[in-house]
């Protein structure tokens, strides 16, 4: 009985991880203050603590804003104000040996942390800016866009 119970429990784990994957959900905000949201599908939502960010999420702030995400592979992302980020692309599936990061900032200050898929697979991560692509080959850098340069 108590195999059973394990079985049940383990499988509605792994429905439940699924199903969160399925639904796009790739991180977590951790810190936001001031004019922070995130634009979805043509939509603008509040962001707050606890918001779940998902794939294609333009993440934004405001003169007064600024916002702080955590990826699920540990990668940190923070947005001074007045910024744009686009999360364009994201995979972490170690069990399937699939990794992909790429991101676009598109206006603002944005610092940059790498998580476990700047350490497994650094060729699979990108940071776009309007006038080049970063590779990330370190752990951790800055970047600013003036909003003129953004599209």
Sequence with gaps: MRKLLMSLATLLMLATGAAAQDAGTIGRVKVASGEASVQRDGKMLPASEGFDVER????????????????????????GPNSRFELAAFEFSPRRDAFNFFGKILEGTLIYQSGRIGKIAPEKTRIETP?????????????????????
């Design 56 to 79: 294609k999420d333009t993440l934004m702030t405001g003169a007064d804003g600024s916002l702080g995400i955590t990826l699920n592979d540990g990668t940190l992302i923070s947005l």
């Design 131 to 151: 006038l080049s692509v970063i590779a990330v080959r370190g752990t951790r850098f800055a970047v600013r866009v003036p909003a003129s340069s953004g599209n």
